[in-house]
């Protein structure tokens, strides 16, 4: 199947700092990449859909001034979380999809720890 | 709308018996149905998917059945290994227009060696 992968695995940071996740398709062309959270013993929640060089859809109740997207390629979409705070310690996730597909395939995620 | 669970629904099988998961979707007009598979720390894995002018398919070792009568889904894995330990998850999404895909809350499947 699709590959995608995340960078990086974990991260852990202090609070107020930026964090930057990326999310790449090694073997296809992503037109559309998908950012999620996921808690602890939880489903995932879909953040954000990001098409390339198009601005991201952001679902209600996601910061878009905390949460930046970036899909400037076809293989590449980035995640910034911005001025973190304890509270946004998570696992990420992202997804792509191709032009052709309807599956979306997952990264293996990444664990914030906001300290 | 999407779904969040407090905890997570948790299926006991012995090893070598086969397991049923069950999933129940909420959008009427969702097309295409994916099952996933999570092992702890990492993302989701693809499984096998069923679009709605089936009700049956099937994959190595799993069979996805789908009844729209009553939105309801359902996973079966036969001779069930202990690699098969994991939360599973079940998506739904309208394939034409905004393809935005709704997760189920997971079922966490242990089996028992």
Known sequence: GAVVSQHPSRVICKSGTSVKIECRSLDFQATTMFWYRQFPKQSLMLMATSNEGSKATYEQGVEKDKFLINHASLTLSTLTVTSAHPEDSSFYICSARSRTGDTQYFGPGTRLTVL | ?113
Request: proline share 4%; with cysteine.
């Open chain 2, 1 to 113: 709308g999407e779904s969040v669970g407090l905890h997570l629904p948790t299926l006991s099988v012995q090893e070598g018996d086969n397991s049923i998961i069950n999933c129940a979707y909420s959008n009427s007009a969702s097309d295409y149905f994916i099952w996933y598979k999570q092992e702890s720390g990492k993302g989701p894995q693809f499984i096998i998917d069923i679009r709605s002018n089936m009700d049956k398919r099937q994959g190595q070792r799993v069979t996805v059945l789908l009844n729209k009568t009553v939105k309801h889904l359902s996973l079966q894995i036969a001779a069930t290994q202990p690699g098969d330990s994991a939360v599973y998850f079940c998506a739904e999404l309208k394939s034409r227009g905004y393809q935005k895909v709704t997760f189920g809350t997971g079922t966490k499947l242990q089996v028992i060696p």
